[in-house]
T-cell receptor, first 112, second 114 residues
């Protein structure tokens, strides 16, 4: 089956670091996406990992371990505007095409 | 930066009516997708489309749904006879090859069925 698990909610303080974990079980796994989504808006691309290891992009980093079916998104120097839902999505490759299987999202609240 | 454009941003329709949601994918992309998100729930895959045919569809994508690329730029999702449970945000996405490169979502259409 296809299953993506991530915590429902997290809170953190402005300026701090937060790590959002994601575990997945996906047939035809072909990479892991992280998206940010503000209420009522479309998901916005943050990162993509296909190989094991850490990808760093400014204040955001994402890690993947394919053998463990595990990823995390690390957000540094948190700002109030980082309050949003963070969606973990596994790419499932089948029949020559990819589709994204989304987790339910982690609602992050950043407070002063 | 290239964008996926969706129209309309909001659509209200009566139950049983047909709706067409429109998308203009990024111009050099070849793979097109529709996803939906019911309020408060996860984003769900509906259908993928390549080379003028459906490549995969989910169990949600039943006979009341259809997709079309009527010309070189538009990609549409039609819901033939809307039900209350079709109320959701519908997102179009495109990518320029199957290996996820440039996978980009549009801003979505909020469909409300009354």
């Amino acid at each position: 089956g296809q299953n993506i698990d991530q915590p429902t909610e997290m809170t953190a303080t402005e300026g701090a670091i937060v790590q959002i974990n994601c575990t997945y079980q996906t047939s035809g796994f072909n990479g892991l996406f992280w998206y940010q989504q503000h209420a009522g808006e479309a998901p916005t691309f943050l990162s993509y990992n296909v190989l094991d290891g850490l990808e760093e992009k400014g204040r955001f980093s994402s890690f993947l371990s394919r053998s463990k079916g595990y990823s995390y998104l690390l957000l540094k120097e948190l700002q109030m505007k980082d309050s949003a839902s963070y969606l973990c999505a596994a790419s499932s490759f089948s029949g020559g095409y990819n589709k994204l299987i989304f987790g339910a999202g982690t609602r992050l609240a950043v407070h002063p | 930066e290239p964008e996926v454009t969706q129209t309309p941003s909001h659509q209200v329709t009566q139950m049983g009516q047909e709706v067409i949601l429109r998308c203009v994918p990024i111009s050099n992309h070849l793979y097109f997708y529709w996803y939906r998100q019911i309020l408060g729930q996860k984003v769900e895959f509906l259908v993928s489309f390549y080379n003028n045919e459906i490549s995969e569809k989910s169990e949600i994508f039943d006979d009341q749904f259809s997709v079309e690329r009527p010309d070189g730029s538009n990609f549409t999702l039609k819901i033939r006879s809307t039900k209350l449970e079709d109320s959701a945000m519908y997102f179009c996405a495109s990518s320029n090859r199957a290996a996820n490169y440039g996978y980009t979502f549009g801003s979505g259409t909020r469909l409300t069925v009354v």
